[in-house]
């Protein structure tokens, strides 16, 4: 059945956006006229203000598009005065009904609501056809479930809608062309700007089966929906595979392909079916993420002959810092036995770690340190800044113990901007100057570990960090000039690519 509204789906500087993507197909198996806009792209560790004619193009498309309903896409609480921003000179010029989804909005619904019109909370693959499909036949939209509608100072507010079901929402479309648009710089280019990329990103699975890490948006969102099905979701093999079938047909130069779950499902039925069908009808290669908590040799080695190229692995901090602020029981052994495993299946490791936050001690540096320096080689390390997001466990603690303030929180902070990749050259105290260029020479192969620890033995760098920061520096874009060597190699490396990752005054280690 064909609707009349014409609804616009704004992406704020992300071109793979799975939030628009689901929305926008939802609404178009509904028979709406959906057009999607891809304004701007993300900058590692840049995301700079919209220029004045990127804002007139989007107010023209909207108007040349005879758009009813203009819906922005809030992912991360770092958007929030820019989505202010363009939903004040959207409303102006065209006086539209502004409706605000994502992850912000659920997390912030009453400081959301008091800007856009209509606001969405959780997730909403069908809640978001029932709501314009209300709108669409002149019924009421204030009852509409997981929607908070506003009409002056009144606001409705409603109950969320129970979880979907993974199997039976539709694939994030990729053969809508006509009605998908770039807007970046002068330029607003009709056509999916992804569907040429080399990395495709899919998730598995929705929700976290571990869910209490007291920084994730997962502490916000499991208890949102407590009697409303299970957090932890995850899809069939078959719908997985058969996403690729499709994509592969559309999306004709994926060269790897990233799951993006918070981890991914290592279950033993699950993983045993999914390599083997992996294997014979999609064959590219893949990475995962996963927990220490999880790995074990048999399922990775599974995964390893399937394709698995890469695996990440959050570590976070310390046993202390990860016990005691992240609420993650994940002991030091159990991430030095976890990357053990990796070595046995032959499979590069990504280890995380989250930097700058405002409690680990000295003490706590030193003994990851050791544990970084006890772990098998080679392994890559990416650091990640702290990003406090509003209403999470640990803001909550954190403002309770003084330890942060208001306006330390994303939303107000935009912190997820700046350092979301930890950069050598961000200012910060002498002796994080000195860790971080430890930390970076550590899964430097061409560098004996022999040497790091005189490095560390040395009185003179606690005093004077700065050449060994140049040197961390140097060894970085080596190993960074390496790694772009490789993916060329590959045919990974784009313009894109480059554009987002390469950004010489924020240069984030490797
Ligand atoms: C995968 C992922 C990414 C991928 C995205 C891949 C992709 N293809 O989209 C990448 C790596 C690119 C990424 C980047 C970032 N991310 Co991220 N990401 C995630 C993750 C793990 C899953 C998101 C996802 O795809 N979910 C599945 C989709 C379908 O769900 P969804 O996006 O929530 O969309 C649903 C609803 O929200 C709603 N909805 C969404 N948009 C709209 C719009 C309208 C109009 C309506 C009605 C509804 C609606 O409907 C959708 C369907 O149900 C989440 C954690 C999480 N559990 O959500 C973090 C998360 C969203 N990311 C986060 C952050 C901070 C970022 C970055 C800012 C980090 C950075 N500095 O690089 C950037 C921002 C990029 C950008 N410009 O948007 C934070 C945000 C927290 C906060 N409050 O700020 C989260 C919550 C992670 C966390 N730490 O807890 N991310």
């Not at 609707?3 to 939030?19: P, T």
């Not at 571990?210 to 208890?223: E, G, I, Q």
């Not at 299946?345 to 936050?357: A, E, F, K, P």
Request: proline residues 5%.
């Amino acid at each position: 059945m064909s609707r009349q509204l014409s609804i616009a789906v704004i992406s704020l500087y992300a071109l793979e956006n799975n939030g628009v993507r689901h929305v926008a197909s939802s609404l178009r198996e509904a028979g709406f006229s959906v057009t999607e806009i891809y304004f701007k792209d993300w900058v590692n560790n840049n995301f700079p203000w919209p220029d004045e004619i990127e804002v007139i193009n989007l107010i023209e498309l909207l108007r040349e598009r005879k758009i009813d309903v203009v819906g922005f896409s809030v992912r991360a609480s770092a958007f929030h005065r820019m989505a202010k921003y363009l939903t004040e000179r959207v409303r102006h010029a065209l006086g539209l009904p502004i409706l605000w989804g994502g992850m912000h909005p659920t997390f912030m619904p009453d400081l959301c609501i008091q800007i856009a019109d209509y606001i969405s909370i959780g997730e909403v693959d069908h809640a978001v056809v029932d709501f314009f499909t209300r709108m669409d036949d002149g019924e009421d939209v204030t009852t509409a479930p997981s929607f908070w509608t506003r009409r002056g100072q009144t606001i409705y507010r409603n109950d969320l809608a129970p979880l979907v079901n993974l199997d039976e929402i539709p694939f994030r479309d990729f053969h809508t062309a006509q009605d998908k648009f770039h807007v970046e710089g002068t330029a607003v280019t009709q056509g999916d700007p992804f569907i040429t990329n080399p990395e495709y990103t899919l998730l598995a699975s929705r929700g976290c089966p571990y869910w209490t890490c007291t920084f994730c948006s997962n502490t916000v969102t499991k208890p949102l929906y407590e009697g409303l099905g299970k957090n932890f979701r995850l899809r069939s093999v078959e719908h997985i595979i058969q996403e690729m079938e499709y994509a592969m047909a559309l999306c004709t130069n994926i060269k790897v392909v990233r799951f993006d779950d918070e981890v991914f499902p290592i279950r033993k039925v699950w993983i045993k079916e999914f390599s083997e069908k992996w294997a014979e009808r999609v064959g590219i290669p893949f990475e995962v993420l996963v927990d220490p908590r999880m790995v074990s040799y048999e399922p990775l080695k599974q995964l390893k002959d399937a394709g698995m190229r890469a695996i990440c692995m959050g570590i976070q901090a310390n046993d202390r810092v990860n016990r005691d602020f992240y609420h993650r029981p994940v002991s030091n052994a159990q991430i030095v036995e976890a990357q053990k495993v990796f070595r046995q299946v032959g499979i590069t490791s990504n280890l995380q770690l989250i930097w700058d936050d405002p409690f680990s001690t000295e003490e706590d540096k030193d003994e990851l340190f050791r544990m970084l320096m006890s772990l098998e080689r080679p392994f890559e390390l990416y650091l990640f800044g702290l990003t406090i997001y509003p209403r999470t466990h640990l803001a909550r603690k954190l403002l309770r113990e003084g330890l942060i303030t208001e306006a330390d929180i994303e939303g107000v902070n935009t912190h997820a901007f700046k350092q979301f990749r930890v950069d050598l050259g961000f200012p910060r105290a002498k002796a994080d100057r000195r860790w971080l260029a430890l930390i970076v020479l550590m899964n430097k192969g061409f560098l004996p570990k022999s040497t790091i620890w005189k490095l560390y033995e040395s009185d003179y760098f606690k005093d004077n960090p700065d050449p060994l920061v140049a040197f961390a520096q140097a060894a970085n874009l080596v190993k960074m000039a390496g790694v772009a060597g490789e993916m060329t190699l590959r045919g990974e490396m784009t313009p894109l690519l480059i554009k987002r990752w390469v950004n010489p005054r924020s240069l984030v280690t490797m």
